[in-house]
Nanobody
Framework: QVQLVESGGGLVQAGGSLRLSCQASGQTFSSYTMGWFRQAPGKERGLVAAISWSDGMTAYYADSVKGRFTISRDNAKNTVYLQMNSLKPEDTAVYTC???????????????WGQGTQVTVSS
């Protein structure tokens, strides 16, 4: 079983940066594909970025964040990160970490979820 706890959210001005972290419990973290989702008020939750299990060599990014966000993982620390640069007010949302056992980065079905962390970008 994998349990996920996010941290690193907060308030930042447009153009600024934040790094989100997701700490996973359990001994099989490297076997999980990890993703970051976000949900803004009145909108559906959507996949922002995902990184493949094991070596993390494959990543997926939503078009809206390509070139600004970077997902990475440290299997020794059971942690996945989302580095967010050049933030825009439209990036404001609750960001949630998710995991699935050896799944594709291009599919949006995940089985484990964190509680979420708020990111607010002011203009």
């Amino acid at each position: 079983q994998v349990q996920l706890v996010e941290s690193g959210g907060g308030l930042v001005q447009a153009g600024g940066s934040l790094r989100l972290s997701c700490q996973a419990s359990g001994q099989t973290f490297s076997s999980y594909t990890m993703g970051w989702f976000r949900q803004a008020p009145g909108k559906e939750r959507g996949l922002v970025a995902a990184i493949s299990w094991s070596d993390g060599m494959t990543a997926y990014y939503a078009d809206s964040v390509k070139g600004r966000f970077t997902i990475s993982r440290d299997n020794a620390k059971n942690t996945v990160y989302l580095q967010m640069n050049s933030l825009k007010p439209e990036d404001t949302a609750v960001y949630t970490c998710a995991a699935k056992f050896r799944g594709s980065v291009y599919e949006t079905l995940y089985t484990k979820w964190g509680q979420g962390t708020q990111v607010t970008v002011s203009s």
